[in-house]
């Protein structure tokens, strides 16, 4: 048997375990300090992006224009709405040239605070008016349609209603999955209200919080507890399932349904903008375009199914749904006392 | 007792530069709130905030008395009883503290939630572990380490003749532990359950995958969907206005006890209780604790983990880098921490008015606030005044240590306590200054409490994710940020590894903090 380490040694030893550690993140510092950027030379010049979107929802579109345009793009990744927050914070100051949201509400916030720059007729002429604001500070980049997703082992797609509507009636009672904190499911709701008014909103929402709909955070776990069984229908985004079963296979439970009465599916936008404050306007102004080419909107569509927005793009053959049956809310994407009054709505209905 | 002198110019000095950094975030809550002062009070007072803070208080209110319930058994049972491998008892219990708690609540769901792993290799179902429950048991598990590290250290340095004089007038070890041990346990418990209720309040991760509509959901609605700042910034100042209520409830509990030895000499160690056939439930129930807030988890992380090495989606020279940087960001936000808190909890203690009470008081607005806001109160302070730190390693250290400074003034604190003032007062009466008394005296008798606290801030700062990600230098990733990165998407396979090595590096501290325990002080 060894015999026990006395105290000290122990704690040397520790301390030893600890020092070597250290000695590391010395190292791992000086060798990934500078990447995410990609290139280590300082005297290219380039661009700093804001991106709501994760590394591999955005990558390969931004390595395309560092290597076309020979610039460097230093991305920071967080939650868009965390950094549609930062920008407000910084003002002018913002190190920001580009604001890549994953989420139409934070983009609207940032062109309200007056931080986003009109872009180029060329850039808005990309991209159909409908997906794109009014006042041309923002364009969508990619769609993401708000689906109804079930779990394929225990219900029949022709079981489904023909919108979100009709999951009160009590067949589904406590089988629905949604997000009421997520604003993909404010978005659907404010799209709900300019449609059909607020007395029918909140009628839904009531009748949907009675039936037993499950709250989750989000998307995600959403798509999982369908996957788990826990639930066995949800209101979620179309492409995290495409995504899942990109990754787990064709034999992955959940499928999408495209519910095709009224509202029943709605497109929500992915979208970009330049600042206000960005001294390297004309660098800006070329990411934007890179996003919106032909390259960059093929893999955005082939790698996250989402339906790409620029002007002659082909959505992934897999979206059988054309773009132009999934209709847009005009009104909520710029208005955010809109969300404001979706959020009350929706908490008078107990549903958030 | 001698007088309280009045703190040296020097020390006062250190201590309102420290106070001034720690009030920051709440100082930028208090420049948008009075920027539309009506609309923050319409937010703040409203029927809902008050709701929402009742339902926060219930849950930190409960997840205190938990974390007390479960620390003081285990804490009484490594350092007093002769339970069998009480050392390896006592690391494996701090250990849950390694786990962040957003990976925490989510490994608890894939293990407990319904249609979970235990639900399916047990196939019997589970009460929910949503709502209320979830969020208590969460919390609780990965937060009670916070009482039971300086429980443990406390109940080391405790002197034994006390006990010894109570046991020789034939009282028995119940009557003991009540009458002798207990009142010497209720500061640090006091300290340690401030942490955790602290923790509890500010929480984001745990309480949103959990399905708790804690008061934080309140402030991610404000601003995550109506990019409201005023509304976050009414309601992140009710938060700060809870914590000096937590402060002083607490600090009603640790006045006035004299706790450091009057006796002189050095300690003499205590008879371990023999726990006899008690040992059995004794173990079991230490057992119960590690298997639920340690092996589960982590059992769930190798298991994703093997699925993600099996796939080959993990570069191991990615791994060491990210590792690397949250090792630098965590090294240097534990010494800033310890620096700092040695600072306060010098003052506090050692020269109690109203000015070091206030500044003391002031440390802990850091932690009680969502990461998300100390964020935004840097971003907003940063880019006005010293733009050239703004996203860089030095603001971002700055940034982790105003977080999570509460965590080390506890420990310094309590150890502090234990020493008696009337060695340094020897030291002044043989003509040291008070400088020289305080680097020569204070701080290598409280080196105990001084390392226990920087290796809380070390814990925390390696497992930080939403102050990195706004503030870091662009480009900068953590284990902690790739975690997010990974599961953002479900990706939860790939976020195993870092997970893992994420455990590995912050359990080194973890096993220092439970040898504090065992060290002598």
């Known amino acids: ?352 | 007792m001698a007088r309280t002198r009045p703190a040296p110019v020097w020390l006062l000095a250190a201590g309102a530069i420290v106070g001034a950094a720690a009030v920051l975030p709440a100082a930028y809550l208090a420049v948008v709130v009075f920027g539309d002062f009506s609309a923050a009070m319409e937010t703040a007072l409203s029927s809902r905030a008050l709701e929402t803070l009742l339902r926060t208080a219930a849950l930190t209110a409960a997840v205190v008395a938990a974390s007390v319930a479960l620390a003081l058994p285990i804490g009484w049972l490594t350092v007093r009883t002769d339970l069998p491998g009480r050392r390896l008892w006592a690391v494996l219990c701090t250990l849950p503290l390694v786990i962040p708690s957003y990976v925490g609540a989510y490994l608890l769901v894939a293990a407990l939630g319904p249609k979970g792993m235990v639900q399916d290799a047990l196939g019997i179902e589970l009460p929910s572990i949503y709502g209320f429950f979830g969020a208590w048991l969460v919390l609780t598990l990965f937060t009670y380490p916070l009482v039971l590290i300086p429980l443990r250290a406390t109940l080391r340095g405790i002197d034994p003749q006390l006990e010894d004089a109570a046991r020789a007038m034939g009282r028995g070890p119940l009557e003991v532990f009540r009458s002798i041990v207990l009142p010497q346990l209720w500061p640090v418990i006091a300290a340690g359950s401030l942490l955790v209720a602290l923790f509890t309040i500010s929480d984001f991760g745990a309480v949103s995958i959990l399905r708790f509509d804690s008061f934080t959901s309140e402030i991610y609605i404000a601003y995550q969907s109506s990019f409201d700042r005023v509304a976050a910034a009414a309601l992140g100042s009710v938060l700060v206005v809870a914590m000096l209520g937590l402060l002083f409830a607490s600090s009603r509990v640790r006045s006035a006890r004299r706790v450091h030895r009057l006796g002189p000499g050095t300690l003499r160690p205590t008879r371990p209780y023999r726990l006899g056939r008690w040992r059995w439930p004794a173990l079991a129930f230490c057992a119960l604790v590690v298997l639920v807030a340690f092996v589960l988890p982590v059992g769930v992380l190798i298991y994703w983990a093997s699925k993600g090495i099996s796939t080959g989606s993990t570069s191991w020279d990615t791994i060491a880098a990210l590792g690397g940087n949250s090792l630098l960001i965590a090294v240097w936000a534990a010494a800033a921490g310890a620096i700092a808190a040695l600072v306060v909890a010098a003052l506090a203690v050692r020269y109690p008015s109203r000015a070091t009470r206030a500044i003391e008081r002031l440390s802990h607005a850091g932690y009680a606030l969502p990461g998300i806001l100390v964020a935004l109160g840097l971003v907003f302070f940063a880019t006005r005044a010293v733009p050239a730190l703004y996203q860089t390693i030095a603001l971002l250290v700055f940034a982790m240590t105003i977080h999570y400074l509460p965590l080390a003034i506890g420990p310094t604190a309590s150890s502090l306590i234990q020493l008696s003032p009337r060695i340094e007062e020897a030291a002044r009466g043989m003509g040291r200054g008070p400088a020289e008394v305080f680097r020569t005296i204070t701080i290598p008798l409280a080196r105990g409490g001084v390392m226990a606290g920087a290796a809380l801030v070390f814990l925390h700062a390696m497992k930080e994710l939403t102050v990195t990600l706004i503030l870091s230098p662009i480009g900068f990733k953590t284990l902690a940020t790739d975690i997010w990165t990974q599961t953002t998407y479900g990706f939860y396979e790939a976020s195993a590894i870092p997970a893992l090595v994420l455990l590995a590096v912050a359990a080194v501290p973890v096993y220092l903090l439970s040898e504090q325990g065992a060290a002598p002080p």
Request: glycine share 8%.
């Open chain 1, 1 to 352: 048997m060894i015999p026990p380490l006395s105290q000290r040694t122990r704690l040397l030893a520790a301390l030893a375990v600890f020092a070597a550690l250290v000695l590391l993140a010395g190292c791992g510092f000086s060798t990934e300090g500078s990447s995410g950027g990609g290139s280590n030379e300082p005297d290219v010049e380039g661009i700093t992006l804001y991106s709501g979107r994760i590394p591999a929802a955005i990558g390969p579109a931004v390595d395309s224009y560092e290597a076309e345009a020979d610039r460097d793009v230093q991305v920071r990744f967080a939650e868009t709405a965390d950094l549609a927050a930062t920008l407000v914070e910084e003002g002018d100051a913002s190190p920001a040239d580009v604001f890549f949201a994953q989420e139409p509400g934070a983009i609207a916030a940032v062109a309200e605070a007056g931080l986003l720059t009109k872009l180029p007729q060329d850039i808005l002429d990309r991209v159909p008016a409908r997906y794109r604001d009014p006042e041309g500070r923002w364009v969508g980049v990619t769609g993401r349609a708000r689906v109804i997703a079930y779990n394929k082992d225990v219900v029949e797609e022709s079981e489904l209603p023909p919108s979100p509507f009709g999951l009160t009636a009590p067949k589904w009672k406590d089988r629905v999955g949604w997000s009421p904190a997520s604003s993909s499911m404010q978005e659907y709701v404010t799209a709900l209200r300019a449609k059909y008014g607020d007395d029918r909103t909140k009628q839904w929402l009531e009748e949907m919080v009675d039936n037993g709909a499950v709250s989750f955070p989000d998307n995600v776990t959403i798509r999982d507890a369908i996957a788990k069984g826990e639930i066995d229908v949800g209101l979620i985004n179309h492409y995290y399932v495409a995504q899942a079963i990109g990754e787990e296979g064709p034999d992955y439970p959940v499928a999408v349904y495209f519910p095709p009465g009224g509202l029943g599916s709605l497109m929500l936008l992915t979208s970009v903008g330049v600042l206000e404050s960005s001294d390297r306007k004309p660098e800006a102004f070329a990411f934007v375009r890179s996003l919106l080419s032909d390259r960059s909107q093929a893999f955005f569509t082939s790698s996250s199914k989402e339906y790409p927005l620029a002007k002659g793009a082909k959505p992934d053959p897999s979206l059988s749904v054309p773009v132009n049956k999934i209709p847009v809310s005009d009104s909520s994407l710029v208005d955010l006392k809109e969300i404001q009054g979706t959020i009350e709505l929706m908490q008078e209905s107990g549903a958030l």
